[in-house]
């Protein structure tokens, strides 16, 4: 059964970083594209970042861009999220998710599998 599993969440002040882990279980990464999606109170899930199952091209929401950084270890089996300069705006609850494709995908309908989500909270 395949497994994703999420950590690193936590409370942080408005600057700092957080990185987000997802183990992935009886999922061979080079084959999936992961992405990160995130939820806050009230609202829609949306999408955060992707990367394909070679490692290539990875892909952002603009709000994001130049502060997370997305990559994956094959050896670990684990997708990362780097999150830096971490701003109010970024409190959610953070999953990742998985599709078998060589491409990316953008939209949550899109994917097959996800994990259970981990807490990021940015107090000012």
């Known amino acids: 059964q395949v497994q994703l599993v999420e950590s690193g969440g936590g409370l942080v002040q408005v600057g700092g970083s957080l990185r987000l882990s997802c183990a992935a279980s009886?999922?061979?990464?080079?084959?999936?594209?992961m992405g990160w999606f995130r939820q806050a109170p009230g609202k829609e899930r949306e999408f955060v970042a992707v990367?394909?199952?070679?490692?290539?091209?990875?892909y952002y929401t603009e709000s994001v861009k130049g502060r997370f950084t997305i990559s994956r270890d094959y050896t670990e089996n684990t997708v990362y999220l780097q999150m830096n300069n971490l701003e109010p705006a970024d409190t959610a609850v953070y999953y990742c998710a998985a599709v078998r494709t060589t491409g990316l995908a953008l939209t949550r309908n899109e994917y097959d599998y996800w994990g259970q989500g981990t807490q990021v909270i940015v107090s000012s």
């Open positions: 990367i394909t199952g070679s490692g290539d091209s990875p």
């Open positions: 009886r999922l061979p990464l080079w084959r999936y594209a």
